[in-house]
């Protein structure tokens, strides 16, 4: 069915392009033939479709493959963006991120990348600096501030704007930075640029301030991430024993298996084990660490990276999803061998383990091994593929041996009177082994015990405090933020000499072990200091995880309005870039009873966004009603028109079309003309029900409407999920030429914004296109690519809607399990019109005689 776009667009709309740094470029838009009032919603218009044609629309085409693109390209901004280049000052930044803005001047809701916080995270400079830059530029008359509503809702906040000098000098500096040589390094080579000429070359929509601040040494790198071997610490100064998992290892690698599991408690040595793995193996090796916000993508291009190196192009990049890119990665394994070793896959996100699965299957049969090390698996692999099929291998580390053990005390100085002691205390943990063993041997007994009696009673007053400000941390951090002063760094090194500290790569991090510990010993103002000291540090930094971890530590830290108020401005566009998870634990984490109401409302708007997404109706409807009852006590009639919108948004998906039409109409009165953006997701939405009801003219009608006020709104989001609804009118008119057309702007559009949910959407309806065509290959290809990007935003309507979709175009038993899936989920939300389409489908196929 064709999916609209837009209906409850709130939650993916964070438009504010001076928060488009590096990493919330990675927005896309999803899509099926869909229409839009708002946010992303899909359903299809009785089954027609829209075929492509790609020498008629060859943007439609070539833009399909740059999702991915675009996702693993913006590593090379992730990665540099945090060394600071040395080509601009906090002003010059400033004035570049501004001059974005300069349209939205005098709008009556603005983004939240024009407030002081919005500011300070688009250019990667911390706040109390960007205040001090912002003071002295309104003194000379190059800014200046009022009060305005910021989008997402809430109370007023002041804003910064352009005065007409500060346009003008702006411009010049843009125009002077534009003209700025370099080095571009590309997959095709190295050659010299200036600025401008680089910027097309960069993911679609980078801007030129972002080009700027991922510029390293005079030197861009497109050629995305590199992969080789462990970081360097991962590999111990000895390996000590483990010569039956070795020999396990060598055996796996060349057997018919395609994943070794090795498990292990913590401290164990798994890491070490892997990097030995890499040492002695014959084939070339990609190491991957594996975080809560590592995405199949980031494995993927990993693996691809590797290749490249061994001159094998393939490029995950370069296909439109992850079933295309496993598909050519497993078909040019059969060639050349690789072992791809993945740690702490006890960490992986649910994406993560659908890919491995999908890997340990498509890569029966090719050279490409899996090695995969955790606390304990996810269930990626069921017990048929490591009994009967042989795919799947299973190692358990236990301690080391006696032998081993004894020879690793022996080396590190324990006494020989104390070996037997310590062994039989320790059971040949290797970490445990190697913290008594600093002291000699002494002191045994549980390990906190000795943790405390050994080791923290006999740090330095330095040592004590690295160690306090690491354990505030969740993951590796670079030194720097640890490392305040120039002594630090020896003080770092002394510490993982003593096996207290892990250092490589840049970065410094403390066994999970030994986190705990010491962050257990913290008072409450200790941990109030630190957690606050490293908000600071990720604030100057512009990966997307950075701003998780800023909210994270600013709750911490005991501060959770400022934490509310820069997660209600960024939480959408974490949301739309693939961390629903993320910010419904950050949300969580509030004690939202503490806020003023005014805090509040943005955060129960995100929320119930985020949950109305991932299919959890319910909780969203109370969300929903918590804020309008508040916005309603405050008298703040936009934050109320908005809750009701979202609610009639909730009444449209149940198929409760009356009720959400009751619910737009007293929303669209509430907000009136104030609100231009909501008044024409409004349009947009009430435009579908005309389209519903099969009154097109009055659907297109309303959708230009809507077109019109989003363009007046500067809301380019909202623009493309009425171009997008226009294409349907267009489609279920024959005109598919016409609609084609609209689909391609649309894709343009959310491909700049990086909006993926209408691009799932968008995906969707060009499959259906294709399938009205008789294309079934090509729908079946497009809705693939619709359900995997789907899958991994948690968009659940949009999977039973592709699902359903897949029902349609297959008539044997896959096409069945696919209705069966759709009506599965369609029930669980209560989406009663779409349960019975589906009903209806099934009944159908149930009838013809086979």
């Known amino acids: 069915m064709a999916s609209r776009c837009g209906i409850a667009r709130a939650a993916s709309r964070t438009r504010c392009s001076a928060f488009r740094s590096v990493a919330s470029l990675a927005r896309r838009c999803g899509g099926t033939t869909s229409s839009t009032t708002g946010k992303s919603r899909s359903r299809s218009a009785n089954g027609t479709g829209v075929p492509v044609d790609g020498a008629r629309y060859p943007r439609v085409l070539t833009l399909f493959g740059s999702l991915r693109r675009r996702q693993v390209a913006l590593r090379f901004l992730a990665r540099d963006a945090a060394r600071v280049s040395a080509m601009l000052t906090a002003e010059e930044r400033i004035l570049l991120h501004l001059l974005e803005h300069v349209r939205r001047a005098d709008r009556f809701e603005v983004p939240f990348a024009m407030s002081q916080s919005g500011i300070a995270l688009a250019v990667s400079v911390r706040r109390s600096h960007v205040s001090a830059t912002l003071s002295e530029m309104e003194k000379r008359g190059l800014v200046t501030k009022r009060l305005a509503h910021l989008e997402g809702g809430g109370r007023r906040r002041k804003v910064y704007v352009l005065t007409p000098g500060g346009a003008q000098a702006a411009e010049a500096l843009r125009q002077r930075i534009a003209a700025t040589p370099l080095r571009v390094r590309s997959p095709h080579g190295e050659e010299s640029r200036t600025l401008g000429q680089a910027l097309p070359l960069a993911p679609r929509g980078t801007s030129l301030l972002e080009l700027v601040l991922a510029a390293a040494d005079g030197v861009l790198d497109f050629t995305g991430e590199t992969a080789g071997g462990p970081p360097s610490g991962a590999a111990p100064r000895r390996f000590y024993g483990r010569s039956e998992e070795l020999a396990a290892a060598r055996e796996f690698l060349r057997s018919q298996a395609v994943c070794l599991a090795v498990r292990g408690l913590p401290g164990m040595g798994k890491t070490a084990l892997l990097a030995r793995i890499a040492e002695t193996s014959d084939a070339p090796t990609a190491w991957v660490h594996v975080t809560e916000w590592t995405t199949p993508e980031h494995v993927l291009s990993g693996i691809a990276a590797k290749r490249r190196g061994l001159d094998r192009p393939f490029d995950p990049r370069s296909r439109g999803n992850l079933e295309d890119a496993i598909g050519v990665l497993a078909t040019e394994a059969k060639e050349i061998p690789l072992v791809a070793l993945l740690d702490d896959v006890h960490k992986a996100s649910e994406g993560v383990v659908h890919l491995l699965g999908s890997l340990t299957t498509a890569l029966r049969g090719t050279r490409l091994k899996l090695v995969v090390a955790g606390r304990r698996m996810p269930a990626f692999y069921s017990r048929r593929e490591v009994a009967l099929d042989g795919l799947v291998r299973e190692l358990d580390l236990a301690g080391l041996d006696e032998t081993s053990a004894t020879t690793l005390l022996s080396d590190r100085g324990v006494p020989p009177d104390r070996r037997a002691e310590v062994l039989a205390a320790t059971k040949g943990h290797p970490l445990f082994m190697e913290l008594i063993a600093a002291s000699g041997g002494r002191g045994l007994g549980d390990v906190r015990t000795y943790l405390r009696e050994e080791v923290a009673a006999k740090l330095e007053p330095r040592e004590q405090e690295m160690l306090a400000a690491l354990s505030v941390h969740r993951q590796p951090v670079a030194v720097e933020a640890v490392a305040l002063e120039v002594a630090d760094v020896s003080v770092l090194e002394g510490l993982a000499d003593r096996s207290l500290v892990r250092l490589g790569d840049g970065t410094a991090d403390l066994h999970d072990l030994l986190r705990e510990f010491f962050y257990s010993r913290l008072t409450a103002a200790q941990r109030t200091r630190l957690h606050t000291a490293a908000s600071a540090y990720y604030e100057g930094r512009p990966e997307p995880e950075a701003r998780i971890e800023l909210v994270y530590h600013l709750i911490q830290a005991g501060k959770p309005t400022e934490a509310a108020h820069i997660l209600g401005g960024v939480g959408r566009s974490l949301v739309a870039k693939g961390y629903p998870d993320e910010v419904l634990r950050l949300v969580a984490l ?227 399990a696919h209705l069966e899936r759709a009506l599965a989920i369609f029930e669980s939300l209560g989406a009663r019109r779409d349960r019975d389409e589906v009903l209806r489908l099934l009944e159908a196929r149930r009838s013809v005689p086979h």
Do not use: C
């Open 590 to 816: 509030l004690d939202l009873k503490l806020l003023e109401p005014t805090e509040r409302i943005p955060i129960l708007l995100l929320r119930g966004d985020t949950l109305a997404m991932r299919g959890d109706w319910r909780r969203a409807q109370e969300s929903f009603d918590e804020a309008g009852v508040l916005s309603e006590d405050l008298g703040d009639v936009r934050g109320q028109a908005r809750a009701v919108f979202e609610l009639g948004v909730l009444e449209y998906r149940r198929g409760d079309f009356d009720a959400a039409k009751a619910s737009y109409e007293r929303a669209l009165a509430l907000a009136g003309s104030s609100d231009e953006d909501l008044g024409a997701r409004i349009l947009n939405a009430l435009g579908i029900l005309e389209w519903q009801a099969g009154h097109l003219a009055e659907a297109a009608d309303l959708y230009g409407r809507s077109r019109e006020a989003y363009e007046r709104a500067g809301d380019s989001a909202g623009v493309a999920g009425a171009i997008n609804n226009l294409g349907i009118l267009r489609w279920q008119q024959e005109d598919v030429d016409g609609a084609l057309s609209h689909y391609a702007d649309a894709l343009r559009l959310s491909e700049e914004l990086g909006d993926h949910r209408t691009v799932a959407i968008l995906y969707n309806n060009i499959g259906e296109a294709y399938r009205r065509k008789g294309d079934v290959s090509n729908a079946a290809k497009f809705y693939y690519r619709s359900l995997a990007l789907s899958e991994k935003l948690g968009f659940l309507w949009q999977v039973g809607e592709v699902h359903r979709n897949l029902g349609r175009i297959s008539s044997d038993a896959r096409g069945a």
